[in-house]
């Protein structure tokens, strides 16, 4: 019998979230009480993040301490919850701007991975690249 974390070589199972482009990842700022389930959760997106949850966005929610994370999302026929507890470490949030906290901020899928990963998005730097500028702006 295999270890349900273990795949078929015994090497572990992750279980990647791979969003698409078309969705936006709302971080909270603010810690949140993991106890809260859907319904919490999504008074909050709504109160604190000033977006519809059903929206099909990711709103992702760290507790104080930094060791817990939770992904509400609207999947087409109902709210997922998708839940993290590190056993060791805490989840570095990437640096915040200058001036009055923000209550959100918006992640690449990129640095979703990069968080989930455990690497420390403050000390990380996007190296110049060319982008278009887009064209509602």
């Known amino acids: 019998c295999r270890?349900?974390?273990?795949?078929?070589?015994?090497?572990?199972v992750r279980i990647v979230i791979a969003p698409p482009a078309s969705v936006r990842l709302l971080l909270c700022t603010e810690p949140a009480d993991m106890l809260k389930g859907?319904?919490?959760?999504?008074a909050i997106a709504v109160a604190h993040l000033?977006?519809?949850?059903?929206?099909?966005?990711?709103?992702?929610?760290?507790?104080?301490r930094g060791d817990r994370l939770k992904i509400l999302y609207?999947?087409?026929?109902?709210m997922a919850v998708w839940?993290?507890?590190l056993e060791r470490g805490t989840f570095?949030?990437?640096a915040m701007p200058p001036g009055p906290r923000p209550t959100r901020l918006e992640l690449s899928s990129t640095q979703l991975v990069a968080l989930l990963e455990g690497?420390?998005?403050?000390?990380?730097?996007?190296t110049r690249r060319y982008r278009l500028r887009d064209p509602a702006a």
């Open 119 to 126: 690497l420390d998005l403050k000390s990380v730097r996007r």
């Open 3 to 12: 270890d349900a974390r273990t795949g078929a070589h015994g090497s572990p």
């Open 50 to 64: 000033g977006e519809e949850p059903t929206s099909g966005h990711y709103f992702i929610f760290r507790n104080r």
């Open 92 to 94: 570095r949030l990437p």
């Open 74 to 78: 609207w999947d087409g026929d109902g």
């Open 38 to 42: 859907f319904d919490g959760l999504s």
């Open 83 to 85: 839940y993290k507890r």
